[in-house]
């Protein structure tokens, strides 16, 4: 079945900085990569997605990269911002399956 | 007007007793799951409905058991509560069931068994 492999699971950053998340998929069927923002105390929610047809998507200061040949996906910020801070899941969606499956997340730390 | 809603939010109980976590959408969305969320954070899908229909049974034991009266509604009892069942459930649902849809969290119902 798929699975999906994420890293650093915590990164911390200067204000200011960049920060790059990235997440492998095994299953090649795979066609649809949301990534989801979790606050503290909060419940996930969708920020930025990507299909198999798309190599890359931008939304002001977030992006997302997809190699499909090498079944990777990468959440870019720039310009970190304390409220950034949260925990980040990639996910794939499998097609014929109906499953999303999440990666095991990445706490981010924006520091002051 | 809160899209998913669960209830309750937050329950402590003991090993042994039973215990439902409802969720209700007004999305109009075909679609419901629910996600458990361990002390790690790892999110994992448990169940998804489709239409009131049962979809994905993701391994679960059988004390975990989800009833889906109608499409907004997908609701989740637990027998016989063990420790490590404690964890945060999220209730979530989607448009429809294939790929490219969003899936909409609930808050999430905190779980504690001691």
């Known amino acids: 079945g798929e699975n999906v492999e994420q890293h650093p699971s915590t990164l911390s950053v200067q204000e200011g900085d960049s920060a790059v998340i990235k997440c492998t998929y095994s299953?090649?069927?795979?066609?649809?990569f949301p990534w989801y923002k979790q606050e503290l105390g909060k419940r996930p929610q969708l920020i930025i997605d990507?299909?198999?047809?798309?190599g890359e998507k931008k939304d002001q200061r977030i992006a997302v990269t997809l190699n499909k040949t090498a079944k990777h996906f990468s959440l870019h910020i720039t310009e970190t911002q304390p409220e950034d801070s949260a925990v980040y899941f990639c996910?794939?969606?499998?097609?014929?399956?109906?499953?999303?499956?999440f990666g095991t997340g990445t706490r981010l730390k924006v520091l002051a | 007007d809160t899209a998913v809603s669960q209830t309750p939010k937050y329950l402590v109980t003991q090993m042994g007793n039973d215990k439902s976590i409802k969720c209700e959408q007004n999305?109009?969305?075909?679609?419901m799951y629910w996600y458990k969320q361990d002390s790690k954070k790892f999110l994992k899908i448990m169940f998804s409905?489709?239409?009131?229909?049962?979809?994905i049974n993701e391994t679960v034991p059988n004390r975990f058991s989800p009833k889906s009266p109608d499409k907004a509604h997908l609701n989740l009892h637990i027998n016989s509560l063990e420790l490590g069942d404690s964890a945060v459930y999220f209730c979530?649902?989607?448009?429809?069931?294939?790929?490219?849809?969003?899936?909409?969290f609930g808050e999430g119902s905190w779980l504690t068994v001691v």
């Open positions: 299953d090649s069927a795979s066609n649809y």
């Open positions: 999305l109009g969305h075909d679609t």
């Open positions: 979530a649902s989607s448009q429809y069931q294939g790929s490219g849809n969003t899936i909409y």
């Open positions: 990507i299909r198999s047809n798309v």
């Open positions: 409905y489709n239409n009131k229909e049962l979809i």
């Open positions: 996910a794939a969606y499998a097609s014929g399956t109906y499953k999303y499956i």
